[in-house]
């Protein structure tokens, strides 16, 4: 595995998430990283009004995960650790 700082990981993908903190605001709803796994797979927990949001997994992939991926190509995947049950 490629050695990488844990601490600098976490600033990156924190300050990556920001491009996509405004779009979850607008709807009462934002994002906290929790965790980045020894295989780069980036724990987030959803806040607000996205904990009950039925869009919380497409909004996971098609904007969390792929800003995440471009910005901070050790990434490899992220899952949130407090997903919308229904």
Do not use: Y
């Not at 996971?60 to 899952?79: R, S």
């Amino acid at each position: 595995m490629v050695s990488v700082d844990k601490k600098q990981l976490l600033k990156r993908v924190d300050e990556a998430l920001d491009d996509v903190r405004p779009h979850l605001a607008v709807d009462g709803g934002n994002v906290e990283v929790v965790d980045i796994t020894d295989d780069f797979v980036v724990q987030i927990k959803w806040l607000g009004n996205c904990q009950a949001c039925k869009m919380s997994s497409m909004t996971l992939k098609a904007g969390i995960e792929q800003t995440l991926k471009t910005q901070v190509p050790e990434v490899v995947g992220v899952v949130a650790i407090n997903p919308f049950q229904s």
